[in-house]
């Protein structure tokens, strides 16, 4: 099945610095998703991104599909970012999202 | 109403219990889907439902059952668990299981004692 690699595993910034997350993936996706997993569990959704480059707010990402690969960028981060993000992606034949390991983020004031 | 609901949040059971995880969608979509997230785990799909089939399943223990009784309801069905089931169990729902986005309720935070 589809492989998800996302780095670093780690991150530590401090209140307003800039970060950069990268997730590659083994194979052709029709879907991409980003998530923040809060502190309670819960998945929020970021960005839905296949292809292209979107923006919300501090956010953004973008998928070069061709080259199996998204970004999302944080900018000046705020403790609130907190938390770990999650790369999924669904195989051109697959039923299911497909996750990578994750990013946990640690934002301090 | 939020888009995804999960009942209970957190369920302490025994291993000799039989209990149920609930998950309602007010989305309108077709597809609901279970997740397992493990501690040090990436999250691993367990169940999907497409029109209210079984399209998928995903090797799991027969010890965990799903039914979907209709496009709005999911539910997962617990019983002989053993410690290392404990995991927060997430629900998720889409329109359709393709090009589409999936959105995920809250999870149920599962101890096995």
């Known amino acids: 099945g589809i492989q998800v690699e996302q780095s670093p595993p780690d991150l530590i910034l401090q209140e307003g610095a800039n970060s950069t997350l990268r997730c590659n993936f083994s194979?052709?996706?029709?879907?991409l998703q980003w998530f923040h997993q809060n502190p309670w569990g819960q998945l929020i959704n970021l960005f839905y991104?296949?292809?292209g480059t979107k923006q919300n707010g501090r956010l953004s990402a973008t998928t070069v599909a061709t080259e199996r690969y998204s970004l999302l960028y944080i900018s000046s981060s705020q403790t609130t970012d907190s938390g770990v993000y999650f790369c999924?992606?669904?195989?051109?034949?697959?039923?299911?999202?497909?996750f990578g390991g994750g990013t946990r983020v640690l934002v301090k004031p | 109403e939020t888009g995804v609901t999960q009942t209970p949040r957190h369920l302490v059971m025994g291993m000799t219990n039989k209990k149920s995880l609930k998950c309602e969608q007010h989305?309108?979509?077709?597809?609901m889907y279970w997740y397992k997230q493990s501690a040090k785990k990436p999250l691993e799909l367990m169940f999907v439902?497409?029109?209210?089939?079984?399209?998928e399943n995903n090797s799991v223990p027969s010890r965990f059952s799903p039914e979907c009784p209709n496009s709005s309801h999911l539910f997962l069905h617990l019983h002989t668990l053993q410690p290392e089931d404990s995991a927060l169990y997430l629900c998720?729902?889409?329109?359709?299981?393709?090009?589409?986005?999936?959105?995920f309720g809250q999870g149920t935070r599962l101890t096995v004692v």
């Open positions: 991104i296949p292809s």
């Open positions: 999924a992606v669904r195989g051109a034949a697959g039923n299911k999202l497909t």
């Open positions: 998720a729902s889409s329109q359709g299981t393709r090009n589409t986005e999936a959105f």
């Open positions: 989305l309108g979509h077709n597809a």
């Open positions: 439902y497409s029109l209210e089939e079984r399209v």
């Open positions: 194979d052709s996706v029709n879907n």
